[in-house]
């Protein structure tokens, strides 16, 4: 099973900040990562996928870079609404695995 | 629109069977795989296992083999997970989810989540 690790477990920025997030995976999972966001009491939804391709709605500020092991989310400037936790997720071997998330609050 | 509605939140007591409910909607339910993610109270997501409605064949996930047992009716566009002897590690919102495509797969649509609580 391939295990995805994300850093860091918390980020703490303000608003109109840029935001960075990491992913690793165990091993090469190539470019089939997908992320999600998950706010509060609601059910995840799907960001970018294959890397680095948004899903439909998305806003431009998401983006998603890399390969191999390592993958990088970089929210451009953070809206209000962008506080959340999001999980990155891998589709190229079985089972599919979740990371376990970073948060992102208001600091 | 495609719509995953999921059943209500249960309370039950340890050794009692349950089985919660997906109906999916605005899309034609027999031709995507639909999954169950597990989400225990703070932490994080578990992909369990998935379900083809149009053939019913169903995978697991290796941690989840065994404990859990996924069908579908697609006459009715539903998909089922349920529980022949719950325990209280399964006390956990559970998302059924539709793959955008294949088997090993993205999910591009989520249902609102069933809030299953244990407790005797």
């Known amino acids: 099973e391939i295990v995805l690790t994300q850093s860091p477990a918390t980020l703490s920025l303000s608003p109109g900040e840029r935001a960075t997030l990491s992913c690793r995976a165990s091993?090469?999972?190539?470019?089939?990562l997908a992320w999600y966001q998950q706010k509060p009491g609601q059910a995840p939804r799907l960001l970018i996928y294959?890397?680095?391709n948004r899903a439909t709605g998305i806003p431009a500020r998401f983006s998603g870079s890399g390969s191999g092991t390592d993958f990088t989310l970089t929210i451009s400037s953070l809206e209000p609404e962008d506080f959340a936790v999001y999980y990155c997720?891998?589709?190229?071997?079985?089972?599919?695995?979740f990371g376990p998330g970073t948060k992102v609050d208001i600091k | 629109e495609v719509q995953l509605v999921q059943s209500g939140a249960e309370v039950k007591k340890p050794g009692e069977s349950l089985k919660i409910s997906c109906k999916g909607s605005?899309?034609?339910?027999?031709?995507?795989?639909i999954g169950w993610v597990r989400q225990m109270p703070g932490k994080g997501l578990e992909w369990m296992g998935i379900i083809y409605p149009g053939d019913s064949d169903t995978r697991y996930s290796p941690s989840f083999q065994g404990q859990v047992t996924i069908s579908a009716d697609k006459s009715i566009s539903t998909a089922y997970l349920q529980w022949s002897s719950l325990k209280a590690s399964d006390t956990a919102m559970y998302y059924c989810v539709r793959h955008r495509d294949q088997l090993l797969d993205y999910f591009d649509y989520w249902g609102q989540g069933t809030l299953v609580t244990v407790s005797s």
């Open positions: 294959d890397a680095s």
């Open positions: 997720q891998q589709r190229s071997n079985w089972p599919q695995t």
């Open positions: 605005g899309y034609s339910f027999t031709s995507y795989w």
């Open positions: 091993q090469s999972v190539s470019s089939y």
